[in-house]
């Protein structure tokens, strides 16, 4: 698949299409996180959200009261999320910390505990110790769920059985969505 491309020349004032191809490449999307509108609610004060992007996963988020955790993930543009990384904490030291259920929602803002039985989830995924090894592969999502993604909330509802759950990384793969950004136009005539 290929995006065709108008180019306008100013010798002749005319326009010519190019083709620039879409390669369809996955990419890690850490760098279009907006790091200023994240937020996670429940979190430990010691383990903040904040670590879960640093790549070292024993210092990782964990929750503080109980199990339930709320991870708010915000990008700075649009893109189309094709799947998910999710890194145990702490190299699986604590295995009954991890989560076993997380809900995700898209492009919903300001969820709290009190909305969550209120909204239907985009996506469920139920985990296995094997899904969060470093080495294992990242979890496919339902792509045509994620087509047109701003925020990711994601709600961990239940763990292995220990007091608090934790993680140890979070990664998104997918791609930006072409949009067109109204401020790189300029005034004719």
């Known amino acids: 698949m290929s995006l065709p491309v108008a180019l306008n020349s100013a010798e002749n004032n005319s326009t010519v299409t190019a083709t620039i191809p879409d390669t369809g490449k996955m990419v ?4 279009k996180i907006d790091k200023s509108e994240c937020y996670a609610r429940n979190e430990s004060a010691q383990f903040p959200m904040t670590n879960l992007f640093i790549g ?3 210092l990782g988020c964990k929750s503080d ?3 339930q955790l709320i991870i708010h993930v915000a990008f700075t543009e649009f893109v189309k999320v094709h799947s998910i990384k999710l890194t145990e904490f702490n190299m699986g030291r604590e295995p009954e910390n991890n989560p076993t ?3 995700l929602f898209v492009n919903r803002c300001n969820l ?8 239907d989830p985009t996506s469920v995924l139920e985990l296995t110790p ?3 090894r470093e080495g294992a592969e990242p979890i496919a999502l339902k792509f045509v769920q994620f087509q047109r993604v701003k925020g990711i909330t994601l709600f961990i509802e239940d763990n292995n059985g ?9 990664k998104f793969y997918g ?3 072409a949009t067109t950004n109204m401020k790189d136009f300029k005034k004719q005539g």
């Open 175 to 177: 791609k930006s969505v």
């Open 65 to 67: 009261a109980d199990e």
């Open 162 to 170: 220990g007091e608090v759950s934790a993680l140890g990384g979070l």
């Open 28 to 31: 890690d999307l850490s760098d």
């Open 112 to 119: 709290g505990f009190e909305d969550i039985d209120d909204v």
């Open 56 to 58: 070292d996963s024993t």
């Open 130 to 132: 094997q899904d969060l």
């Open 101 to 103: 259920r997380i809900q």
